[in-house]
């Protein structure tokens, strides 16, 4: 009998912290120039605290083998540059056809899913959603309420990450802002670039 | 601009039901029959209650296609048959090496793991902990609680399951058991079988 080696992973329910995570990362408003659409918000929000943080991601991976998963926690901190709400990066799989689920433990958003092609689905997130990302689309978390968006995901090790699809049409097609009226509304990204199909 | 279609899956946090599932199985002590060690035990609850259900599995199944993924809920209710804890069936995954993740979401209990050749390993679950099938595991869930055992699992689509390597072996190579000053122990199953390596 031999017991897993400490520490099992596990997730705090108050600040998505992952122990026993094998990754880190964390992205501040410096790490997230021209992520956001209104560039004199984003420097007004830089010029006030550029080491604020806008989310961290825990994950532990054990191997890049298909068949193998990697998973891990989100947390994404409440706030808007303009009337843009914080969000993640956003990422297609290098390996297109792998999928993506979200667990959503805490806070509200919705998860912002774009064809290649450029067709915009929305899931909304709330604690014990589980959003399923198809194949094929291009991803990203954004914190539509007043705390923390905090997500579990699951996807296969072999799914790689393609950061620059979104960099290079200048984000995704449609932008989440927050609704004159309150809550969240989608918008046409006035930078967006058309990929090629 | 369009929504994923309605429903949108999600967990309650209380019952562990996964609204939008696209199956649903249970498993009732009668159709439980030479899972458990102890035939006597097994019959006396069989004939008090042969509809009692043991659990219950709620899972989102899109494709079998590699790169997909199928999530799902399985809610153990508490209970003993004999000393040896109310458990699943336990199974290998077809493609062995495809891992599975089981996040707590309720309850506590043990993440059983035994590798082909016979090495056994365990996870203690509690809210909060994700648990690791690593590859070529035959693994089973075991409630050792009062309460309900609830997990989110999340595992290759492709995976399929080998539940005759645990039937033709008689059970796994332990048991989970009531430990007489209360808890859990891991004791031999006198029934095992070993399996060709």
């Known amino acids: 009998m031999a017991a897993i080696p400490a520490p099992v992973p596990a997730v705090d329910a ?23 659409s209104d560039d004199q918000a984003f420097a007004r929000r830089l010029a006030a605290a550029p080491g604020e943080v806008v989310y961290d991601v825990y994950e532990v991976q054990r191997s890049q083998a298909p068949g193998d998963l990697i998973f891990g926690t989100s947390i994404l901190e409440p706030g808007v540059v303009g009337s843009e709400f914080h969000m993640t990066r956003g990422h297609l799989h290098a390996l297109v056809d792998r999928v993506e689920t979200y667990y959503c433990l805490r806070g509200t958003g919705v998860l912002l899913l774009e064809s290649v092609p450029g067709g915009i689905e929305t899931i909304e997130l709330r604690p014990g959603v589980v959003a399923y990302v198809p194949p094929a ?22 799914a790689g990450h393609d950061y620059e699809i979104v960099h290079a049409a200048n984000g995704m097609r449609s932008l989440v802002v ?17 990929r090629d199909a």
Chains 1, 2 share one sequence.
């Open 14 to 36: 108050a600040t998505g912290v992952l122990t026993g995570a094998t990754a880190h990362y964390r992205k501040t408003l410096r790490d997230l120039e021209g992520v956001f």
């Open 137 to 158: 689309r291009i991803h990203r978390s954004v914190n539509t309420g007043n705390e923390r968006l905090i997500t579990l995901f699951c996807y296969p090790a072999d």
């Open 178 to 194: 927050r609704a004159p009226g309150g809550g969240w509304a989608l918008v046409d990204n006035p930078r967006y670039r058309q």
